[in-house]
Structure formats: structure tokens, C-alpha cells
């Protein structure tokens, strides 16, 4: 008959159960408001959801503790936001966020910097510490746990003793905004893969690339 109303389709050779369609997920890009900031490698996380709003064609409003743009994939709605809250505050943005929309946990991926990996370098991981970084430290705060999805981008640390703030407050290099292009389509296909088909799936394809 109808197979208890559930039917399986495939998107890119993936499996999905329909019943499991109507999916909620929110992706956090974390940066800095402010022209000021706008291009500085701390700011990542805006940039990577600028490329997924000109990919997926949705534009961005500002509400309610940031600017969120909304698009829809294959029956799952997905929420982007850019806090407004600055990036050492990301977390009331963070649960506000998730608390309106009742998204759970594991629909969550916050995107950020990370110095500790070369340029370009995309390592998506389900728990960890902040790795000293203040934007997740202050999410882990507000979400009281260290169990919620992240993704890193490498940005280097070619920078001396005392030099990692105006390092990550600072520009990229005209070569390293190049090379950016390719990392930006990258990390918008990891996002689409987060969302189709797991945070699993998803490290295997793409960490370390």
C-alpha cells in the first residue's frame, strides 16, 4: 500500500527517508559586524554564508540579535545567521536562535576561523574544546556543552609572538583572496552535504580538503 506513507528518494546518490524531510537546521557563520571587520579573517564565517546566500539565491534580514537569510533543500528549511552580538557574544545569538525556531543540536553547525590549521584546511568535527577560540567558548557557555557541530577554517598563523589578534583582525593576502574562491564553493558543498547527509558523511568527504 503506502509503505506506512514513508518512501525513500535519493539526492546524489544518498538515500533520504521522506518521513525525515521537514528538517529544521540552523548554520551560524560567526564574525564581526562592521565595516571595519568585513574582510578580515576573523570574519569567515560571514563570508562563507555570503557565497551560500549568492549560490542559493536568498538574501539576508536583519532581526532579532543578527542578520538571518533563509532557503529551502530537498523538504529541509535552513536558517542562516550572522549574530549581531559581536564575536565574544555569539552565544545568546546562538540559542536565541535555536530556541525560536525549536531547532535541536544536531541540526546546528556554526562556522569559524581557526589558526591552528593551514589556509584553506575545512575540518568539521561534532564536539571539542574552543581551542581558545572566544566566539565557540561563549557558545559553549550559553548551550552548556562542548557536543554541538562546528566547522573549522584554517586561516594560518603566520603571525609573531603576541600578533594572533591583529592577525585575525586583519585582511587577507591578495593571493590568499584568490585561493578563496575555491575554498568558498568548498565550504558551501559542505554545508549542502551537512545538511543532506549528515554530520558523518560529511567528515568523510570533506575534512582535511
Known sequence: MFHYLRTLF??????LDETDAMKKFLIVGL???GDEYAATRHNIGFKILDALAEKEDFS???KKLGDVGVFKVKGRSIICLKPSTYMNRSGKSVKYWMEKENIPLENVLVLT?????SFGTLRLKTKGSDG???GLKDIQTYLNTTNYNRMRFGVGANFGQGSQVNYVL?????????????RYVRTTELVRSFVLAGVNRTMNLFNNT
Open 10 to 15: 535519493k539526492v546524489n546518490g544518498l538515500q
Open 31 to 33: 564574525g564581526n559586524i
Open 60 to 62: 539576508f534580514e536583519t
Open 113 to 117: 576561523d581557526d589558526i591552528h590549521l
Open 132 to 134: 581558545g577560540h572566544n
Open 170 to 182: 586583519g585582511e587577507w593576502s591578495e593571493e590568499e583572496k584568490e585561493a578563496l574562491k575555491e
